[in-house]
């Protein structure tokens, strides 16, 4: 499910909105054979819990994914 800017989490000693995270995170390249950087978080949230987050970065913009992975191992398909 695609992350809406003004959704709040914490995590890493920081709690801030989406926009503020998307920000915050190192972007790293050529993770997993996905050719755009991205990185993933595992954050919480007040109405989903514990999540993990794929912030990734494509043309100009920064988007990220809220994924539940509890049972679920991915890597290249995660974009």
Do not use: H
């Amino acid at each position: 499910m695609a992350g809406k800017s003004s959704y709040v989490f914490e995590g890493e000693d920081f709690k801030g909105k989406g926009s503020e995270w998307k920000k915050r995170v190192d972007y790293q390249e050529n993770q997993w054979v996905i050719d755009v950087p991205c990185v993933r978080k595992q954050l919480s949230n007040p109405t989903f819990g514990e999540l993990n987050l794929l912030f990734f970065q494509k043309s100009n913009s920064s988007c990220y994914l809220l994924m539940d992975l509890s049972s679920i191992s991915l890597r290249r398909v995660e974009i």
